[in-house]
Structures are given as structure tokens and as C-alpha cells.
């Protein structure tokens, strides 16, 4: 798929996190869509493919990048449920990391508040803005 070097930068922050959460030495074991030297990441139940995604025992992270333009349609609404509905039912520590411009931080934050209420659970939703405006 053709993303945007916006898009790219954002997984490339998901992934320096995710690192960070996991440490270097199960870097081997991230999943990245797009990215070549990373395996795809699975499909949800849904059918939705993640741009991120780690799982170890009892360990899951979930990270998902959008644009601005991207952010509040409905494809993405539903692919920000099936990702934190997969961390609701996720036995162990699961974690959703979302990316998106700056910008963009307080229309996210709302989305995912509604949809966490819908899916509760011990789950942690992170959001990553570290990039500003258009590229």
C-alpha cells in the first residue's frame, strides 16, 4: 500500500515507542505494515490489518497511524473499535498506541473515550502526536 510520508513517520513514532515499551532485544518480534524489514501484521476478526502490532505471552500492543484526513471517517471508527476490542479481551497487559499530528490529539481523544466505553477493561490507549502540521 501507498501511504504518505506523513503516514510513515507516524508508524516509524508507533514503532520507536512500542521498542521502548518492549525493549530492543524483541524488536525482531514487531509486525509493521508497509515497512519492509518488518513482518505484516495479522488481521483482526474484523479483517482489519493493524500498522503495528506485538504480541509476546502475555503482552499486546496495537498501533495504528492516521492523518488528518483520515482521523474521523467511518473505516477508521471502525477499525479504532476493533482494536480496542481485541485489548478488552486481551488476558494479560494490552496496550492500543494511536499516532496522528498534533493537531489532531483532542479530535482522537474523543473518539476513543466513546468507544472505550462501549469495550471496557484494564487496557491502556496511548496516544502519540509528535508531528505537527503537513509534511
Known amino acids: 500500500m501507498s501511504e504518505s510520508v506523513q503516514h510513515q513517520q507516524l508508524v516509524r513514532l508507533i514503532i520507536e515507542d512500542v521498542v521502548r ?3 530492543k532485544e524483541h524488536i525482531s518480534l514487531i509486525a509493521a505494515d508497509f515497512i519492509d524489514e518488518y513482518e505484516l501484521p495479522p488481521l483482526t ?3 482489519f490489518r493493524p500498522d503495528v502490532f506485538f504480541h509476546l505471552g502475555n ?3 496495537i498501533g495504528e497511524a492516521k492523518t ?8 477508521s471508527r471502525k477499525q479504532y473499535e476493533s482494536y480496542i476490542r481485541k485489548c478488552a479481551l486481551f488476558d494479560g497487559k494490552a496496550v492500543f498506541i494511536i499516532a496522528v499530528p498534533w493537531i489532531d490529539h483532542a479530535v482522537i481523544h474523543n473518539i476513543l473515550r466513546k468507544i472505550q466505553k462501549k ?5 491502556l490507549i496511548k496516544i502519540l502526536d509528535g508531528i505537527g502540521g503537513a509534511i
Not at 68 to 75: G, L, W
Not at 119 to 123: A, E, K, L, M, N
Open 21 to 23: 515499551l518492549v525493549g
Open 45 to 47: 476478526n474484523e479483517g
Open 59 to 61: 503482552q499486546l500492543i
Open 68 to 75: 488528518s484526513n483520515d482521523i474521523e471517517r467511518m473505516h
Open 119 to 123: 469495550h471496557p477493561g484494564t487496557y
